[in-house]
């Protein structure tokens, strides 16, 4: 979660996710050079943002000739959703002398 919690790498995750899901009209796809370009960021602040992304297992880069091209890494987010799925709570038996005294009760 600390990875997303900069605001320019939560813009480039959401870039590099848009990308992924719809057609871009400029072929660029999600290149380090690209992402920089379209958020007018130096090459390094990117490399940067990209290599905490990586380290998080949120991204995967793969160099493609001269050219790095990010991708989302599905598996790690699927894994980070089930995480912040709630789950339906389990109710607390009850043990012990509380349930001796709810026998009581219903007796009496």
Known sequence: MRALAHPN????????DDDGRCCRTDQKGNTVCAIA?????????VSHHLKELRSAGLIT????GQQVVCA????????????????PRRHPRVRGARRKRARRAMTA
């Open 61 to 64: 880069c793969e160099r493609r």
């Open 72 to 87: 989302i890494n599905h598996d790690t987010l699927a894994q980070v959703l089930q995480l912040l799925t709630p789950k």
């Open 37 to 45: 370009e379209d958020f007018q960021l130096a090459l390094s602040t």
């Open 9 to 16: 790498r939560l813009a480039i995750f959401e870039r590099i």
